[in-house]
Structures are given as structure tokens and as C-alpha cells.
């Protein structure tokens, strides 16, 4: 069975860092592109960053361009996303998802809440 | 930025009836390899996003077969064909044919 855990979140004042992390477990890790998305209740859901299986491809949101960073670890089955000169507007739950565009192969972890305030 | 406008944004269904959301995109959705990726995803409360449908009218592993895609192009619609109460929740259409991908405001179903 696939499972998606993410961790990290927590409370971090404007202009912070913090370093999420997604754990994957019950799938070939090092054959599906990655993702993180992010929900708020503002404005709604986002595509955040997207890495491609051998990394060799990452795509960013604009507004996180250069504030952001997502990499990941075959070897450990890991996902990051690297969040640097953290604003309110990233204040949302983080999820990890691991999806195709073209099979039926789509799954998502229960999110990591992120609160960017002082 | 694709906007994905919904409509309705809620929708209140009686058990054992259609329901019917509809997904609007600003530019066309079809890829540069011909495919069409628009998806649809469900959020029941408290959970996760769980996707429906994949490239328009592709049904993924475990959905059940009353929910259905169908459209082309900038237009596109999810139906359920009998509502049931494990259907209230949140739906989202997305598309990730141009990135960055982008999600629709939401659906709120709802028993009535």
C-alpha cells in the first residue's frame, strides 16, 4: 500500500525558514515524478513545485521561485521542499503527492500544517 | 496562469439523483503531445484531496462508475450519476497540461 507522510510543519515567524520532509513507502520511488501542493483556505489549492524521478527537472510556482527548493533522495525514498524568506501568504497544509498525468496512479499524504506568523 | 473558473460552487443534490459540475479553462487544454489534461478531484471533510478522473474521462483505480468526464478543449463537465452520501464534499477540477498547474475554486456538494 502507498503511503505519503509528510512532517515538519510548524509556527515560523515572517522571514523564516523551515525544511519539510515526505516519506514514501509501498511504491518504486525513483519512477514517479513528485510534487508538493498546498491548500489554503484563501486561496484554495496550489501547485506548488514539481521534480521530475531523476531530478534532473524542477518546476516552481512563481511566487515561490527562488524561495524554494525541492529535492529529493532515491536512496531513502524521501521528498523535500526547502522554504526560505517565508511570508504569511505561504501560511497552508503542505502535501506530498506522487502522480501521473497519463495512468490511474495518484496519491497524497494527510499534509503538514505551515503557519507563517509573528 | 490557466484560470479554471467552476460552476456551480455548491451544489445541493437529493440521494439517487445526477449532479452535474461544470469547469471552464481560459486557454485550451490540449497538450503539444494531443492529450487533454484536465482532471477532477474529490475532498470529502477532513481529508485529503483523493483525484476522480484523469485526462477528461479516465477514471482512476477504485472510483466508482457513476462519477464520469466528458468535454474538450476549454469546456469540460463531471457528472455523477446517483448521487450518494459519500459523495458530499469538495470537488476541484485541475488542469496540468500548462504549467503552472491550476486548480478550479471548488464545488461544495451537499445532500439536500
Same mark, same amino acid.
Given at each position: ?36 501542493? *498546498? ?32 529535492? *529529493? ?11 526560505? @524568506?517565508? *511570508? ?9 503527492? *506522487? ?18 506568523? @509573528? | ?112
Amino acid at each position: 500500500e502507498v503511503h505519503l507522510v509528510e512532517s515538519g510543519g510548524n509556527l515560523v515567524q515572517p522571514g523564516g525558514s523551515l525544511r519539510l520532509s515526505c516519506a514514501a513507502s509501498g511504491f518504486t520511488f525513483s519512477d514517479f515524478w513528485m510534487s508538493w501542493v *498546498r491548500q489554503t483556505p484563501g486561496k484554495g489549492l496550489q501547485w506548488v513545485a514539481k521534480i521530475k524521478p531523476d531530478s534532473g527537472l524542477k518546476e516552481y510556482l512563481d511566487s515561490v521561485k527562488g524561495r524554494f527548493t525541492i529535492s *529529493r533522495d532515491n536512496a531513502q525514498n524521501s521528498l523535500s521542499l526547502e522554504m526560505n @524568506s517565508l *511570508r504569511a501568504e505561504d501560511t497552508a497544509i503542505y502535501y506530498c503527492v *506522487r502522480e501521473s498525468r497519463t495512468d490511474p496512479i495518484n496519491n497524497w499524504g494527510q499534509g503538514t500544517l505551515v503557519t507563517v506568523s @509573528s | 496562469d490557466v484560470v479554471m473558473t467552476q460552476s456551480p460552487l455548491s451544489l445541493a443534490v437529493t440521494l439517487g439523483q445526477p449532479a452535474s459540475i461544470s469547469c471552464r479553462s481560459s486557454q485550451s487544454l490540449v497538450h503539444s503531445s494531443g492529450n487533454t489534461f484536465l482532471d477532477w478531484f474529490q475532498q470529502r471533510p477532513g481529508q485529503s484531496p483523493r483525484r476522480l478522473i484523469y485526462k477528461v474521462s479516465n477514471r482512476d483505480s477504485g472510483v466508482p462508475d457513476r462519477f464520469s468526464g466528458s468535454g474538450s478543449g476549454t469546456d469540460f463537465t463531471l457528472t455523477i450519476s446517483r448521487v450518494e452520501a459519500e459523495d458530499v464534499g469538495v470537488y476541484y477540477c485541475v488542469q496540468d497540461t500548462h504549467w503552472p498547474w491550476t486548480f478550479g475554486q471548488g464545488t461544495k456538494v451537499e445532500i439536500k
